[in-house]
């Protein structure tokens, strides 16, 4: 039965910076796709990073162009955890930022994953 529970969410001002932290349970660390969205009010939830650990244990990322640069991605399979490290924080990053994983590859599609944390709130002002 998978978990993926999310914190480190909170209120910073523009320029500064959060990390978020996604503990996975229930999952293999291989196979899965695992990412970060986030939905703001009244916009749809867009993909904002996703990681993928490929068969030759090098891993994937990739990033939405608005975040490029500013955000990354990370896992520590010790830990099972996922993390966001975001910088220079800025208003239109404020939202709900979710932690999902899907079987397979990244899709950037949010109703394809299956597994969804319940979400930790970003206020950036």
């Known amino acids: 039965h998978a978990q993926l529970v999310e914190s480190g969410g909170g209120s910073v001002q523009a320029g500064g910076s959060l990390r978020l932290s996604c503990v996975v349970s229930?999952?293999?660390?291989?196979?899965?796709?695992m990412a970060w969205f986030r939905q703001a009010p009244g916009k749809e939830r867009e993909a904002v990073a996703r990681?993928?650990?490929?068969?030759?244990?090098?891993?994937?990322?990739t990033y939405a162009d608005s975040v490029k640069d500013r955000f990354t991605i990370s896992r520590d399979n010790a830990k099972n955890t996922l993390y966001l490290q975001m910088v220079s924080l800025k208003p239109e990053d404020t939202a709900i930022y979710y932690c999902?994983?899907?079987?397979?590859?990244?899709?950037?599609?949010?109703?394809?994953?299956?597994?969804w944390g319940q979400g930790t709130q970003v206020t950036v002002s």
């Open positions: 990681l993928y650990l490929r068969a030759d244990s090098t891993t994937y990322t």
């Open positions: 229930g999952l293999p660390y291989r196979g899965y796709c």
């Open positions: 999902a994983a899907r079987f397979g590859s990244c899709s950037g599609n949010y109703d394809s994953y299956n597994y």
